[in-house]
């Protein structure tokens, strides 16, 4: 079966300490080509890495592949620093893509709850496929919605969100949704990664200190 994390088993997402490293600009975000793609509410996308390398965000299996081994798209080189951010994971990443959410009531927002499709030909013997967040805005009372179970509100999580903030959530695994308050939109890098060696150690360099112990 395939591989999963142990620091995803008990509640399908980890919240990492905020980036340490400097932020890419506005200007690495703002500048990019966004496609109109509707996925978790009003959202648009900038293809980072994509199947073929190719502008466009359909998954990766419309081209026979996993969401797994994505090439950069023209996009890349108007955004060095995400470039180099998402290399410095050292991992096997698929989907990477800078999301536009603009903002909505939280009732409309609850309505776009949904699982991502991360492993549609996924090899069993190969690591299941999680996501990536890294925020690029702030915009006060914004916040991840998590739920186990899509109609039962004992299983929700509600995580406040900030620029800067990393996280990995097993987006199949949970329901989600966003909801920006506004008024502005919401930027985030999310990028699809294969659960494997790399990813672990990333992610445990990156977990939050806690009385002194990582
Ligand atoms: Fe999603």
């Known amino acids: ?7 995803l088993e008990e509640k399908g997402f980890c919240i990492l300490q905020d980036y340490a490293g400097t932020m890419p600009s506005p200007s690495e975000w703002e500048g990019l080509e966004y496609m109109d793609w509707k996925s978790g509410g009003d959202t648009n996308f900038a293809p980072l890495a994509s199947a073929l390398g190719e502008m466009e965000c359909h998954g990766f299996w419309e081209h026979g592949k996993s969401d797994k081994d994505g090439i950069w798209t023209k996009n890349i080189d108007a955004c ?15 989907r990477v893509r800078i999301i ?11 309505k776009q709850i949904h699982q991502d499709d991360n492993n549609r030909l996924n090899p069993l013997d190969e690591g299941w496929v999680v996501r990536s967040w890294l925020e690029l805005t702030d915009v006060p009372g914004t916040k991840f919605i998590l739920r186990g179970e899509k109609d039962d509100p004992s299983t929700e999580t509600q995580i406040p969100l900030h620029k800067g903030m990393q996280f990995v959530i097993d987006s199949e695994r949970l329901w989600h949704v966003v909801h920006n308050v506004g008024p502005q939109p919401r930027y985030s890098l999310i990028t699809s990664w294969e659960s494997n060696d790399a990813l672990e150690a990333w992610m445990r360099s990156q977990l939050p200190v806690t009385a002194g112990v990582r």
């Open 1 to 7: 079966m395939h591989r999963r994390l142990e620091l």
């Open 100 to 110: 536009k959410l603009n903002p909505s009531s939280e009732e409309e927002a609850r």
């Open 80 to 94: 060095p620093t995400i470039k180099s951010y998402v290399e410095s994971v050292h991992g096997r990443y698929g």
